[in-house]
């Protein structure tokens, strides 16, 4: 059975650092994209980063470079989404998300992944 498990989120100030965590099973965990996505109330899913786990790729939007981070660690099948200097922009629900194989094409598109985990609010105040 396919699990992802986020943690991490709470609530921060503007400015603050975070990171979330996402644990994935091992049968997925190898050959995989793993995205995260954020969904504040009343909009779509967007995605705010994604990596394949074959290799270490990363995929994060032009609005996000230098202040997201993706990373792996293949020891413990999890994926961390780091935020540098969080906005209140930033405050929503975060769903990781998982896709079969190395296709890089619709990488942010949401209907493209197969399993989600429940996801991990976090809220941003000044």
């Known amino acids: 059975q396919v699990q992802l498990v986020e943690s991490g989120g709470g609530s921060v100030q503007v400015g603050e650092s975070l990171t979330l965590s996402c644990v994935v099973s091992?049968?997925?965990?190898?050959?995989?994209?793993l995205a995260w996505f954020l969904q504040a109330p009343g909009k779509e899913r967007k995605g705010v980063a994604a990596?394949?786990?074959?290799?270490?790729?990363?995929a994060i939007p032009d609005g996000l470079k230098g202040r997201v981070t993706i990373s792996r660690d293949p020891a413990k099948n999890t994926v961390r989404l780091q935020f540098n200097r969080v906005k209140p922009e930033d405050s929503g629900m975060y769903y990781c998300?998982?896709?079969?194989?190395?296709?890089?094409?619709?990488?942010?598109?949401?209907?493209?992944?197969?399993?989600w985990g429940q996801g991990t609010q976090v809220t941003v105040s000044s």
């Open positions: 998300a998982s896709r079969a194989g190395a296709v890089w094409s619709n990488i942010f598109q949401a209907s493209t992944y197969e399993h």
């Open positions: 091992q049968d997925i965990y190898p050959d995989t994209w």
């Open positions: 990596i394949y786990t074959g290799n270490g790729n990363t």
